[in-house]
């Protein structure tokens, strides 16, 4: 068996997601399992070189995990010939620039969602990729989760019959940060910063519809700021500039509709912190990031609606389990592989920087809605 190394610069690595889900996760896991196989058995093994602001972080996390390359200045790695990949997962505000530089150094590029805060940047950023002939990605996790694995499984099957709609509930209560610490960074409450759960989770209901029951056609949406004060990292207050809820109605091409809620202000009374029921003519089906329960149109209870009794039966009980049937890996891992093997040995990855742009014209329409009072149609993307 032979292996190879590939180059991979990290930015971003002290992040939340940088650190954990990207760097220990993917890449590191991924290493400690010899590399990712290609498909005529040669391994590649990713060869990080951590990039961040601080040094003494960076020295830190470079040392906890037996890395001996990083640096703070993020030219310097795109200068260097041995490098293949760029990753970005720092901040949103400072992507567009710092994609545009790794484009611009030969580098492929991956990099966390969203791709850019407009539009315009996004597809200026797919439009560069393409003069440059390099492989572009943008992280998807949500596609490799077992529990939308399993409802696209159900749809692959037929087995929602002519599909209706999808709901969803997104969220969880983040502290204000007063009392007990907000379990988010503070950036993401503030506008000026790129922050506001619409540019945060509109990406990913974008390619979850998308890739589910089909591209989104229009939206109508209302963002609201429930909270307007939190406190920081420091314990100090400032006001809360962004959207920190979303109510909104997804029109899909085909017909379907979406309603999903995405919150960061609501207790979660739900076995997941996500969940999206699809119903269709022939069966209805629920699914969180992990499980994922069905059922058909013939063990479907007839309940009646009477007031004046309590519930006479257990709803959730009438709920079959939809069985794993394979092991499932860390989703980020599942897509860094996949990317991976995409510049190793061309196999197709459908999560281009279009797919990507597609998420930002789906936040950048459902902040017009809120704005406007009016249901936004969205054009198809060319590049
Ligand atoms: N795929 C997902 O499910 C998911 C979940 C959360 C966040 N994200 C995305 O990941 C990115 C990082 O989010 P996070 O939650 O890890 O945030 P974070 O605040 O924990 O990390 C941000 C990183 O960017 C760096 N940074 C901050 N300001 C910077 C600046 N001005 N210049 C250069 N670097 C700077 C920080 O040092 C840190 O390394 C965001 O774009 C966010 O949208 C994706």
Redo the contacts with the bound molecule.
């Keep these: 068996m032979t292996s190879r190394s590939l180059g991979i610069i990290l930015?971003?690595?002290?992040?939340?997601?940088?650190?954990?889900?990207h760097l220990v996760r993917s890449i590191l896991a991924s290493r400690s399992q010899g590399g990712v196989p290609l498909s005529d058995g040669t391994r590649v093994v990713p060869e990080p070189v951590l990039v961040?602001?601080?040094a003494g972080?960076l020295k830190r996390i470079a040392e906890q995990h037996g890395l001996d390359r990083w640096t703070t200045d993020l030219d310097v790695a795109l200068s260097d010939d041995g490098m293949a990949i760029y990753f970005?997962?720092?901040?949103?505000?400072?992507?567009e620039q710092?994609i545009k530089s790794a484009i611009a150094a030969g580098k492929h590029v991956y990099?966390?969602?969203?791709l850019a805060e407009t539009l315009d940047g996004a597809l200026g950023l797919a439009r560069a990729a393409q003069q440059a002939g390099i492989c572009d990605g943008v992280?998807?996790?949500?596609l490799f989760l077992p529990g939308l694995v399993k409802l696209r499984r159900l749809v692959d099957g037929g087995f929602f019959g002519r599909i209706l709609s999808l709901r969803g509930e997104f969220g969880y209560w983040v502290f204000e940060g007063d009392w007990q610490p907000g379990q988010?960074?503070?950036?993401?409450y503030r506008a000026q910063?790129?922050g506001g759960i619409v540019?945060?989770m509109f990406?990913?209901w974008s390619y979850v519809l998308e890739h589910l029951l089909g591209p989104v056609r229009a939206v109508t949406a209302t963002a609201v700021t429930h909270i307007p004060q939190r406190w920081d990292e420091h314990g100090e207050p400032y006001e809360a500039t962004a959207d920190d809820a979303a109510y909104a109605v997804f029109e899909l091409e085909g017909g379907v509709i979406a309603q999903i809620n995405s919150s960061w202000c609501v207790r979660v009374h739900r076995e997941e912190l996500v969940e999206f029921q699809i119903d269709g003519t022939h069966g209805s089906a629920v699914a969180g990031l992990r499980g994922c329960k069905a059922q058909h149109r013939s063990t479907t209870p007839m309940p009646s609606w009477n007031p004046d009794i309590p519930a006479t039966e257990a709803f959730r009980d009438q709920w079959q389990e939809v069985p794993d049937n394979t092991e499932f890996d860390n989703g980020?891992k599942v897509q860094w592989e996949s990317y991976i093997r995409h510049v190793c040995e061309g196999t197709p990855f459908p999560h281009d920087f279009m797919s990507g742009a597609r998420g930002v014209q789906l936040a950048e329409a459902g902040l017009r809605s809120s704005e406007t009072g009016c249901r936004v149609e969205l054009e198809e993307l060319v590049l």
């Design positions: 930015n971003g690595v002290t992040g939340r997601m940088g650190y954990r889900q961040g602001r601080s972080k970005d997962a720092q901040v949103t505000t400072v992507r710092a990099t966390e969602k969203p992280v998807q996790d949500k988010r960074p503070s950036w993401n910063d790129g540019t945060d990406c990913h980020f």
